[in-house]
C-alpha cells in the first residue's frame, strides 16, 4: 500500500531532551516535506527537501533540523526541544519535486514538550 | 505575515446546498493554488487546484474559481454533503522561490448538516 508513515504518532518529552520523529514514503516520491499544525495559525511549513541531499527552509525552521540521506526517508530533528514546540507534525511526499504536486500526507505526529 | 488569508474559521451549510470557502493572497508571484481537505485524525488530503493561467477548475462536485485582479480564490462544493465536513486549507505556490515553498492559510472549518 503506498502511503507515507510517520514515527511515533504520539510523544511526550521534556524540554532539552533530543528526539527524532521519522518519516518514510515508498512510492519513490522525490519530494518531502514537514508541517507543523498548530490551532489557529493552520498549516506552516518547517523544512522541505526537492531530491536527495537538497534541503531547505521553509516559514518556521528555527529550532529544527533535518537530513535526506535517502530518497524514502525524511527525518525530524529537535536538539532541544521546547514547550512552544509542541504541536501536530505532520510529513508529506509528492512525486514531482515541487510543492505545487499532489502531496500526500502521513497521518501526523502529535508532541508534547513539558 | 500571513500570505494566504482564511478569513472565516468556519461555515455551516446545509445538506444539498452550495458550500463556498474563500481564500485571498497578498503575494503577486502565486502562480498556483491548491485546496487541502482535513478529517480529523488524519493528514490532509488534497482536493484540487488550479494554475493562475486558468480563472476555473472543476472536478465532480468541486469548482474552485480564481480572480487574479483580486488575489481571491473560492471553492466550491455543489450539493453538499455530510461527509464533506472537515477542515479545508488553501495553499499557493510562488513562481519566483524555489517551487518548493508552500504556503497554507489557516484554514476554514466546514459543517454540512442533514
Known amino acids: 500500500e503506498a502511503q507515507v508513515t510517520q514515527n511515533p504518532r504520539y510523544l511526550i518529552t521534556v524540554t532539552g531532551k533530543k528526539l527524532t520523529v521519522t518519516c518514510s514514503q515508498n512510492m519513490n516520491h522525490e519530494y518531502m516535506s514537514w508541517y507543523r499544525q498548530d490551532p489557529g495559525l493552520g498549516l506552516r511549513q518547517i523544512y522541505y527537501s526537492m531530491n536527495v541531499e537538497v534541503t531547505d527552509k521553509g516559514d518556521v525552521p528555527e529550532g529544527y533540523k533535518v537530513s535526506r540521506k535517502e530518497k524514502r526517508n525524511f527525518p525530524l530533528i529537535l536538539e532541544s526541544p521546547s514547550p512552544n514546540q509542541t504541536s501536530l507534525y505532520f510529513c508529506a511526499s509528492s512525486f514531482g519535486g515541487r510543492a505545487k504536486d499532489t502531496q500526500y500526507f502521513g497521518p501526523g505526529t502529535r508532541l508534547t514538550v513539558l | 505575515d500571513q500570505q494566504v488569508k482564511q478569513n472565516s474559521p468556519s461555515l455551516s451549510v446545509q445538506e444539498g446546498r452550495i458550500s463556498i470557502l474563500n481564500c485571498d493572497y497578498t503575494n503577486s508571484m502565486f502562480d498556483y493554488f491548491l485546496w487541502y481537505k482535513k478529517y480529523p485524525a488524519e493528514g490532509p488530503t488534497f482536493l484540487i487546484s488550479?494554475?493562475?493561467?486558468?480563472d476555473k477548475n472543476e472536478d465532480g462536485r468541486f469548482t474552485v474559481f480564481l480572480n487574479k485582479s483580486a488575489k481571491h480564490l473560492s471553492l466550491h462544493i455543489v450539493p453538499s454533503q455530510p461527509g464533506d465536513s472537515a477542515v479545508y486549507f488553501c495553499?499557493?505556490?510562488?513562481?519566483?522561490?524555489?517551487?518548493?515553498?508552500?504556503?497554507f492559510g489557516r484554514g476554514t472549518q466546514l459543517t454540512v448538516w442533514p
Open positions: 495553499a499557493a505556490v510562488d513562481r519566483g522561490s524555489t517551487l518548493g515553498r508552500l504556503y
Open positions: 488550479i494554475s493562475s493561467i486558468k
